[in-house]
């Protein structure tokens, strides 16, 4: 069955600092897709991120980048010269199977930027 | 644009009342989802709805709880009676279900409604 976990339940830093977020995923579909969302205090999921599991390339957007290793099963997120604007809890997705827009979370980490 | 709009914004009742949730999509998305969201935890999807059939309840606790979409546009969920287990954040997403649920569309979350029940 289709498992999302982020290990990480809360991290710290400083802001400037670098800071990964892991997400490790299993899957028996050879197809799929994989999300990441944040989730600031006033409670709505933004979306930032999709990736098939056919794109193994690595994405950034500007302070925010991704690293798909198909290999390994895990998509972790790289925040660079963090802000304390990017505090949040940030989700990991799977899509439950190739054919449905049923997405499957990770239980989700804090991330907490102090100034 | 407009996102998704949610209301009310947070509820609090008492166990075995009864309680409703509006949500409107994004304008021209036929995908409508609802998703409990208990502390600590990820979102689980309720239901999914392409236009007004439904795509998916399967983990929806049907003796209590139903939703309906009416016209395919807006949507409520409602608890009837209400469990003390079901003080959770009720989050809505749209995604414009190009592919009829058989994709893998961008679901657009709104700000969710906050619901307690003592």
């Known amino acids: 069955a289709q498992k999302v976990t982020q290990a990480q339940t809360e991290i710290s830093v400083v802001e400037k600092e670098d800071v990964t977020l892991d997400c490790v995923y299993e899957t028996r579909d050879t197809t799929y897709y994989l999300f990441w969302y944040k989730q600031p205090p006033s409670g709505e999921l933004v979306f930032l991120i999709r990736?098939?599991?056919?794109?193994?390339q690595n994405e950034i957007s500007g302070r925010y980048s991704w690293n798909f290793q198909k290999s390994t099963s895990s998509f972790n997120f790289t925040i660079t010269a963090s802000q304390v604007v990017d505090s949040a809890v940030y989700f990991c997705a799977l899509t439950a199977s190739y054919n449905t827009d049923k997405l499957i979370f990770g239980t989700g980490t804090r991330l907490q930027v102090f100034p | 644009e407009a996102g998704v709009a949610q209301s009310p914004r947070y509820k609090i009742i008492e166990k075995r009342q009864s309680v409703a949730f509006w949500c409107n999509p994004i304008?021209?998305?036929?995908?409508l989802y609802w998703y409990q969201q208990i502390l600590g935890q990820g979102p689980k999807l309720l239901i999914q709805f392409q236009n007004n059939g439904v795509v998916d309840d399967s983990q929806l606790p049907k003796d209590r709880f139903s939703a309906e979409r009416l016209k395919g546009v807006d949507s409520t969920l409602k608890i009837q009676p209400a469990k003390l287990e079901d003080s959770a954040v009720y989050l809505c997403?749209?995604?414009?279900?190009?592919?009829?649920?058989?994709?893998?569309?961008?679901?657009?979350f709104g700000p969710g409604t906050r619901l307690t029940v003592l």
């Open positions: 997403a749209s995604s414009l279900g190009l592919a009829g649920g058989l994709g893998t569309d961008t679901q657009y």
């Open positions: 990736r098939n599991s056919f794109d193994e």
């Open positions: 304008s021209g998305h036929a995908t």
